[in-house]
């Protein structure tokens, strides 16, 4: 069996290898530039912007969730923005990405979130056929929009 726990700082050092982990998975290396220092920082300082729960079986790191809030305009309530579920190859098929959902459904539930959304890569197909059998529902009609780096500075005339 597992146990899911609320991360601490001591765990940065397994939530960098973590995301280094997924970002392989989903072929995008290259842009796993995070730090031990900026984790740190953004989950354990002053003010937290995210939240991690980690799972483990027996004293061995199996896999992460990490989650921040977002608020819905029309529902006029806090939701739960899911950005990352990773569970390790080793561990995947025992039911541990289903209890990270239960557990984060328990959180919005908790704290009246009005919704929960994260966001899948069209090529991964474990990934969407795992969110089907937990009852989520595609977004077709909306498209995900993103500025980075560069372009959140141009924006902000800053560059």
Known sequence: ???IRSATAADVPVIRQLIRELAEYERLTDEAVVTESALRETLFGPRPWAEVLIGEVGAEVAGFALFFHNYSTFVG???LYVEDVFVRPQFRGRGLGTAFFQR???IAVDRGCGRM???VLDWNEPALNFYRKIGAVP???WTVQRLVG???LELANLS
Do not use: I, L, N
Request: proline share 6%.
């Open 150 to 152: 560069v372009k959140v």
């Open 104 to 106: 984060m459904a328990r």
């Open 117 to 119: 959304e994260w966001a």
């Open 1 to 3: 069996m597992f146990a």
């Open 139 to 141: 977004m077709s009609d």
């Open 77 to 79: 309530k806090p939701g």
